[in-house]
């Protein structure tokens, strides 16, 4: 049979160990999910740089044909302004 003492003294050591293990694990949640974060913005930022190139690209095949009909619009009256942008 354990005294008091002795008693007291497991039972605080392993609060000890329990402390730290939630600390521990704690600490694994918040890199776990600062991993997850980062993962969703380098997709993110992918997923944007793609756009761009995608974009640009459709802007790039499409300036050459749009010159004349820029042209076309220059001196009517009648053309909306947001076709001849």
């Known amino acids: 049979m354990l005294y008091d003492g002795d008693r007291y003294k497991k039972d605080v ?30 997709l993110q930022y992918a997923q944007s740089e793609g756009l761009v190139k995608t974009l640009t690209t459709a802007r790039n095949d499409v300036r050459p044909h749009s010159k004349p009909f820029l042209l076309h619009c220059v001196g009517h009256k009648n053309t909306p302004k947001y076709f001849c942008a």
């Open 13 to 42: 050591s392993e609060a000890v160990e329990r402390q730290a293990e939630l600390e521990r694990s704690k600490a694994q949640l918040e890199l776990d999910w600062q991993r997850r974060c980062e993962d969703v913005e380098r």
